[in-house]
């Protein structure tokens, strides 16, 4: 699993279940009331510390998660760039533009593109029909990112593939009827076969 | 004289507001069945247990089962608003008889065009697909759903605008909004739930805009074939959505700031505290819709940060003063634990909960991963299902309970509770299993790839079912109050 969705489901599990404990207590004491005293005023003393809390933590979370957004900054260049087209029910990966419908259903049915690993891939997605969301997966199911491949927009996804092997594009955005068995396929090779098999296929 | 014609104004009010509610409130055990065993359907059809299950079908079942079930909770907030509000000021039945009539007409077409018409492109029908579905469903099956949609719509603007109208007979509005609060009065007294139904009013009516702006783009588009923009579109529909979503939930906590003192014995006042935190949500829901786009990496990037920013801190006013106080009033308190009293409280648990969730998967970083994973589902489903959800259904009972004067079963209503818990969370936790691990959502199959969605989804039919034995229970308990209390 990527290493911040790990953490994000661990501050997850960590709160829900001390949430539940926290009400637990809280049902708890009513079952033994005390008579004439106010706790409400009690407890209220706590809030102020609660907000502080609560707002480091919220900026914790900001300062540590923004520096990772996936958007790419405009003197970002990436090794290689693919071009990726979705379409009612399959993604068309090439390495150059995808521009007219002939050409995406020759690159829907092709070998899969190659890439290398360890390199800053591009990927340029947009969508030839409806909305669909482009995401690359490994072997294992673990998602590496994703992007939207909308209709007259072009949105540039940087990947960095650590290992070679088949990586699977799944539809993420509802897109149809077939939109579960949606798919695109892109090959990541070593880098040093990478030139070789460029050269053996010139 | 004029005393007792008051006194009697106020019984017939009160006879027409009860008669309402009772009829609106009948709506759910209708609908939350069905919608109920639509969604209990869709996870039999993901755990593969009817292989041969067509997926357009699946397609057009979750869309009813998402606007439905929206569109259920967002009534019966309101509903159930209204009969709390009427105690101090006065809505008008008419406009709601209104609402209720074209609310039925809107849900039929909804039914028609997804049931009869297999109209599958999800509750959010983002545009283009509506009118490119490969030749699934008919172009009229997406004219019935955009005509019954634009039938809710108008039926739930004039309501609200009707609520706004009866709290502005008697505040002004920055009365309403407590701003005298803010500078440091307490006169006029304001309940804390005009405030909130004020701020969810408003909210309401900027997300109806927005849903208009949508449709005639959609009706231009059909009309004279001019292409919308699809980046615009999706933003209208987020927005309305984002909204729609969200002031359901304050009227669930409206509910609870107006019900849970019945049960304590202790106000719930206004004071500045809670007039800041209503007009802080006021501000940001409008603005944390944004990260319904995060994936859209042509969206302008200041938008997605302010996205982050606006989805982080809304959770501040929710959990500092309505889910603190909540707790803090039960503290070593005696409370009259009833079926509703217990259910509108665990409410508030939901909402903690689904929101920790949710502010995790607003960090954009996160998101990139969790974005239409099962981990979205998750999230809300805990702050719906387990949240307003049984806010609502606590109030249906809290209001039958209280006109049919039949005494609370408190062993049977524990036990209901426990298997609601135990059935929601175990269901809940599935959902968020398969966003760990990053299980597509909205899918009618699992690819064998992902395998694990398919497993997780069977798991899941045990907790489905005792959630679904729970609510029965529910219901035999509340319809017997609510046919009682006519
Ligand atoms: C009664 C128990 C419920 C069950 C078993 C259930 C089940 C489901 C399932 C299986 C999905 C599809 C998940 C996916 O693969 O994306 C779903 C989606 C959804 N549910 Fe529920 N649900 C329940 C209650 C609710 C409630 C109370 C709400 C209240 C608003 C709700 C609102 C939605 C919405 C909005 C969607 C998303 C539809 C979409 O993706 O377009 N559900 N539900
Ligand atoms: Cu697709
Ligand atoms: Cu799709």
Redesign the interface.
């Known amino acids: ?2 290493p ?2 790990a953490v ?2 661990a ?2 599990i960590f ?2 279940l001390l ?2 404990g ?2 637990a207590f ?2 708890s ?2 079952r ?3 008579v004439g ?1 106010d ?2 005023k ?3 003393k706590l ?1 102020a510390p ?2 502080v809390i ?2 480091l933590l ?1 900026i914790a ?2 300062v540590l ?2 520096p ?5 900054s405009k003197g970002k260049f990436p090794d290689a760039v693919v071009y990726v087209a979705g379409k ?2 399959n993604f068309a990966l090439d390495t150059q533009p995808i521009e007219s419908e002939e050409r995406w259903k020759e690159r829907a049915e092709a070998e899969p593109v190659q890439v290398p690993a360890g390199k800053w891939i591009e990927f340029r997605v947009t969508s030839l ?3 669909h ?1 482009f ?1 690359l ?1 490994d ?1 294992n ?8 491949a ?8 940087f990947i960095k593939f650590d290992k070679p092997g088949f990586y ?1 594009a ?12 949606m ?1 695109g396929v892109i090959e990541v090779v070593e880098e040093g076969t990478f030139g070789a098999k460029i050269l053996n296929q010139q | 004289m004029a005393e007792i014609a008051i006194k009697a104004e106020a019984v017939e009010i009160e006879a027409k507001v009860k008669k309402l509610t009772l009829v609106w409130t009948g709506l759910t055990f209708i609908l939350f069945p069905i919608l109920g065993l639509l969604g209990f359907l869709m996870r039999l059809v993901q755990g593969n247990v009817f292989p041969m299950f ?3 079908w699946f ?1 057009s079942i979750l869309t009813l089962h998402g606007v439905g079930m929206v569109g259920l909770w967002f009534v019966e907030g309101m509903i159930a608003v209204i009969y709390l509000l009427s105690k101090y000021v006065k809505p008008s039945a008419g406009v709601s008889w209104f609402s209720f009539t074209f609310t039925l007409i809107g849900v039929a077409l909804i039914i028609i065009s997804t049931i009869a018409g297999k109209f ?3 509750w959010y029908f ?4 509506p009118y ?3 030749e ?1 469903w008919p172009n009229w099956a997406t004219d019935l759903y955009l005509i019954g949609l634009g039938v809710l719509g108008i039926a739930w603007t004039v309501w609200v605008i009707d609520v706004l109208r009866a709290i502005a007979k008697k505040y002004t509005l920055n009365q309403a909004l407590a701003w005298h609060y803010l500078a440091g009065k307490t006169e006029p007294e304001l309940p804390p739930i005009i405030l909130i139904v004020t701020v969810t009013c408003i909210g309401a009516i900027t997300g109806f805009l927005a849903a208009v702006a949508l449709l005639l783009l959609f009706l231009f588009d059909r009309v004279s074939g001019t292409p919308a ?3 615009l579109m ?1 933003n209208l529909v987020f927005y309305f959505g984002h909204v729609l979503v969200n002031i359901t939930m304050y009227l669930g906590v409206a509910i609870l700031y107006e019900t849970l003192p019945q049960y304590t014995q ?1 106000p719930w006042k206004t004071n500045k505290l809670v007039a800041f935190a209503w007009n802080t949500v006021l501000f940001l829901v409008l603005f944390a819709y944004f990260h319904h786009l995060y ?4 969206q302008p ?1 200041a938008f ?2 302010i996205g ?2 606006a989805s ?2 809304i ?2 006013p929710a ?2 003063v309505t889910i ?1 106080s909540a ?9 009259n ?1 009833t079926l509703g009293s217990s259910l509108i ?2 409410g508030t ?1 939901g909402w ?2 689904g929101g ?2 949710a ?3 607003s ?4 998101n ?6 099962l981990w979205v589902p998750a999230h809300f489903h805990t702050y719906f299902l387990m949240g307003v959800v049984l806010m609502i259904l606590g109030f249906i009972y809290h209001f039958s309970q209280l006109h049919s004067n039949i005494p609370d079963n408190s062993k049977l209503a524990k036990f209901t509770v426990w298997l609601i818990l135990i059935g929601g969370y175990g269901f809940l936790s599935m959902f ?1 299993t398969g966003g ?3 299980v ?1 959502r ?6 064998p ?2 395998s ?1 969605g398919t497993t997780l989804a069977q798991i899941s039919i045990v907790f489905v079912s005792i959630l679904t034995i729970g609510f029965l229970l529910y219901l035999i308990q509340t319809i017997r109050r609510w046919a009682r209390s006519f």
């Open positions: 699993m990527a911040i969705n994000a489901v501050i997850f709160f829900a949430i539940f926290v009400y809280f049902i004491s009513t033994k009331p005390a005293e706790y409400y009690s407890v209220a809030r609660f907000f609560l707002l919220l979370g900001l998660t923004l990772k957004i996936p958007y790419p009612q029910f029909d409806v909305n969301g995401s997966y072997e199911g673990k998602l590496l990112g994703q992007t939207q909308m209709p007259g927009y072009v949105n540039r996804l699977t799944y539809c993420m955005e509802l897109c149809g009827n077939s939109h579960h068995a798919k | 067509p997926p357009e397609y599958g492109a999800g983002l545009y283009p697909l490119k579905s490969a699934i923009d699809p980046l999706k202790k994936m859209d990496f042509v990037k997605q940060i982050q920013f982080y801190f959770s501040v959990a500092v603190f707790l803090a009033m039960i503290y070593k308190t005696k409370v634990w409280f665990l648990m903690a909960v920790v969730a502010v995790i998967d960090s954009i970083a996160v990139f991963r969790f974005h239409n994973t968020y760990a691990l990053f597509p909205r899918y009618a199959l699992y690819p790839a992902l694990s």
